[in-house]
């Protein structure tokens, strides 16, 4: 990068010609050519409509989880979002890119200038001094001292939009490092929410292997009465002592996976040194709420990583442009003013001190025009627009992944519902079955058998219906985390000082 200086620091001398300046831009203007390099334009098509069951429900999906009409839900995603080590580490990554941004905007707009000050004292002892007859010694030994502060300001003309081109790249950094916060802090809740419901299907299944113990308890001791009154073989006494023995495993395999899941959540939501009784698990399941009727359309605006992947396209055309400025000449003006002194011995002899003090200012201006440099520049506009190219592959990826995921949870949701219709019906079935058959086994019509298989049926029944509401409430969530929710897209607009790359609507489409 060449340079000319158009100014100095001599107020007396004249400044050079303005149309010397003028011929350097445009010969700076002739050497970078026109360069306007393609820019990609990601493919932001999406169907017009999932082929999911169309939802009905109409959910307040910033707050999703109240949905669950669960207050306990509700206070532990509260309490994560507050004080988890997660929302507390991204709450810090935010800060740390808004002081960033912060730093980089002063930078683009107020000249990095220090004021410049020194002072020093130098000390000359004369050696030897050849002196003419009768004449003054022109030097003196002793002590000098000067000072000097001086304010020298680099001022970039922006006239052709490299500062406001910096500054939408500050911009869109930010916008990426806000979304990616709230992505963060949805998917926080989204996993408290799933880990409180497998905590709660756990203590299902516990509650429902403790009825079973207490039945194969009762079972256990009809036998034993009856091989003791001859009325049934041994064995059948010794089958309900082992049946019984298994429950009893179970249960306590499941009291231990309980109190994993509930520390599991408790070190999820910021309490992970308070005692497990803090935390109290219901063993109840409700049902799920419908999916929220929407549209593919929507998680453009709600996904907050789709607009992640927005914001870093639009920082990336940002740079490339930025590069492509490079190419043209920079004009900057160079104000400044100094102060200085100087205290030296005098040279009119006697032991006295002469002291000097100056003022100076200077206006001037210069030019930077690339001219060998320019291979190098047009190297870094080819891999910046590389770079932008996976930036807005990775955007086009975004929005593909976020349609993926809010179908197939919708589809996984709908299957879950009508599984559960259907298991809920069986379950009932199987109940009545196996109470008839334990009376009748109690009144020595029906043998253990039989009523050990009715038992073993309408458990598995259990089982499976257990299994199916606890998918159902996981793939509830799921939805609304894939269709976007746990965030408010409103309140991040409004947020001071965040500023917001393009709508997915403005980004041409192939």
Not at 20 to 35: I, T
Not at 213 to 225: G, M, P, Q, T, Y
Request: proline fraction near 5%; glycine fraction near 8%; charged fraction near 20%.
């Amino acid at each position: 990068m060449s340079e000319i200086m158009t100014g100095e620091r001599r107020p007396s001398r004249p400044f050079r010609s303005g149309a010397s300046l003028l011929a350097l831009g445009l010969a700076g203007l002739a050497l970078a050519g026109c360069v306007n390099t393609p820019r990609p334009t990601p493919d932001t098509r999406l169907p017009a409509a999932f082929e999911a069951p169309a939802g009905t429900g109409q959910a307040d999906l910033d707050h999703w989880w109240t949905s669950f009409n669960d207050p306990q839900l509700t206070g532990l995603v509260e309490t994560a979002l507050e004080k988890a080590p997660d929302a507390r580490t991204a709450a810090a990554r935010l800060d740390e890119a808004r002081a960033i941004r912060k730093g980089q905007v002063r930078q683009i707009w107020i000249p990095n200038t220090p004021l410049t000050g020194n002072a020093g004292r130098t000390h000359t002892e004369i050696l030897s001094q050849t002196v003419p007859a009768g004449g003054i010694p022109f030097t003196r030994g002793g002590d000098t001292d000067s000072y000097n502060a001086n304010f020298d300001v680099s001022w970039e003309l922006d006239l052709f939009g490299r500062k406001r081109a910096g500054l939408g790249v500050v911009n869109n950094d930010y916008a990426a490092a806000r979304f990616a916060y709230e992505g963060a802090r949805a998917s926080l809740a989204a996993n408290v929410a799933q880990s409180y419901f497998q905590a709660r299907g756990l203590a299902v299944q516990l509650d429902d292997a403790r009825q079973t113990e207490r039945i194969n308890a009762s079972l256990r001791d009809f036998a034993v009465k009856k091989a003791n009154a001859g009325l049934i073989a041994t064995s059948e006494a010794d089958r309900a002592e082992s049946d019984l023995a298994s429950t009893q495993a179970r249960v306590a395999n499941l009291e231990s996976q309980l109190d994993g899941a509930r520390r599991t959540l408790l070190v999820l939501i910021g309490r992970g040194t308070e005692p497990l009784s803090s935390l109290p698990i219901d063993a109840k399941l409700d049902l799920a709420p419908p999916a929220p009727a929407t549209i593919p359309g929507e998680l453009l605006g709600r996904r907050p990583d789709v607009r992640e992947a927005q914001a870093r396209l639009a920082s990336a055309s940002g740079t490339l442009k930025i590069n492509e400025l490079a190419l043209l000449p920079t004009f900057n003006i160079t104000p400044g003013v100094g102060l200085s002194k100087s205290v030296s011995p005098s040279f009119g002899g006697g032991s006295g001190t002469s002291s000097t003090s100056t003022s100076t200012w200077t206006l001037g201006a210069n030019v930077s025009i690339p001219v060998l440099n320019i291979p190098a520049l047009l190297a870094d506009i080819d891999a910046q627009n590389a770079r932008t190219q996976q930036a807005a592959i990775a955007f086009e990826k975004a929005i593909q992944t976020a349609y993926g995921e809010a179908e197939n949870a919708m589809l996984q949701l709908a299957a879950d519902q009508r599984r559960v219709d259907v298991l809920t019906a069986g379950e009932a079935r199987a109940e009545r079955a196996y109470t008839a058959n334990r009376k009748g086994y109690a009144l020595g019509l029906i043998d253990l058998t039989t009523t050990l298989q009715a038992e073993q049926s309408w458990r598995l029944s259990r089982t499976a219906l257990t299994d199916a509401r606890t998918d159902a409430l996981l793939h509830a969530v799921q939805t609304y985390k894939a269709l976007g929710g746990g965030w408010s897209p409103a309140s991040v607009e409004a947020a001071q000082n965040v500023p917001q790359a393009s709508t997915p609507t403005q980004v041409s489409a192939k």
